[in-house]
């Protein structure tokens, strides 16, 4: 196999097999940024007098065509070279003989690995930011149609106290907000340039690693060198425990889902063919795209702490267990994705269920709010409370405060909760600033 570092001698198939494991095939997902990092890198040898400018001219123009080659789906990562960084060498060094040789001067894979990550892990950030700002739309709009039909809150399991759609899908939008502070973070945490570390004790070459920052659109530096080579990994975890926030309040409406679904609740309910049937029972619409959605944010929720767990226990420097951060992020990007695109998807189907508090299991749903309008007459809150508790124990308890109407006809207005975030007063505004303000993070 061609390799970059090779010194004449060749390991063994079985050596080389276990330790390359996926890595060829994970390693295409970089070549576009590996060739991005390379065109700003002899740019910036070009500057301080490693490349002529008629050589930088020539490697430039070979480096757009390998970019065209990627995005039409035409490059291809030979059989018997290494990875991807090889592979774009070896096609310069064929295509301009000596001169596709001067492109490595002053960094080192260690760096060009890195740099190519981070620029990777930078646009998929920028990718979720858009599919959670999407779903984020999406539940907002939700919570505002839907805003008056009410909903039974729960706690432990348990009828709880009177809450609406309106609550339940702005709950989730502001959830989103929330986890748009991990997004934010993950993306600054990339967003430096290592690119001129190499190995990780930087280059007796006069390198002007901030134009290769202000080339590569970065943020800022990795400054010290050695730290830019601690930070393998860094960037990776950032990243998973931002997908892993998101998954958190994906699996929690996945189950919510999952929950009003059932027949015992009945609260929402989407079309047949976005639901699933059962071999033997012919009544069934299981939730599945909801469970096997719950299911692969466990599995997303996981990587940060294997990404740890990987990154642990080695001395500062590079180590080749890092080689296999990609076979844990990579694939958990794309089902981060997968499980965004799916969430809003479900949702532009979603039908909910008016009159749900009809039954009679409800009756007292609406306790609190009785202890809440006697104390407001007067009646001093721990005599309201018991009053009220005795009612329920005794089997009498009428709840007042909307004369002439069931349960089952009253709406959120009914109930004039007045204060921010509650059912009369959900807040939708303020919580699109927060999600606006979170958001725009690229200034």
Known sequence: MSTLWSKGTQATDLVEDFTVGNDRILDMRLAKYDVIGSKAHIRMLESIGLL?????????????????????????????????????????????????????SGRSRNDQVLVDVKLFLKDEV??????????????????E???????????HGQVAMPSSFGLWFGAYAEAFADDMYMIRGAYGVADQNPLGSAAGYGSSFPLDRQMTTDLLGFGSLDYNVVAAQISRGKSERAVASAMGAIALTLNKFASDCCMYMSPNYG???????????SSIMPHKKNPDVWEIMRGNCNRIMSAETQISMLCSNMPHGYHREFQLLKDILFPTLELMHKCLMMADYMLQHIEVKEGILDSPIYDYLFTVEEVNRRTLKGTPFRDAYKAVGIEVNEGRFRYQGAPGKSNGQLTADDLRHTSAGSLGNLCTRQIREKMDKVADFLK
């Open 52 to 104: 002529t400018t008629e050589e930088l001219e020539v490697l430039t123009q070979a480096l757009d065509q390998i970019l065209n080659e990627i995005e039409a789906g035409e490059f291809i990562l030979e059989d018997d070279v290494e990875d991807i960084h090889s592979q774009v060498e070896l096609l310069l060094t064929r295509r301009l003989g000596d001169i596709g040789k001067k492109i490595h």
């Open 126 to 143: 920028l990718r979720l930011r858009e599919e959670v700002l999407t779903l984020f739309d999406t539940l907002q709009s939700l919570s």
């Open 145 to 155: 149609k839907h805003k008056n039909i009410l909903l039974p809150g729960y706690t």
């Open 267 to 277: 609260f929402i309910k989407f079309p047949d063919e976005l639901t699933t049937g």
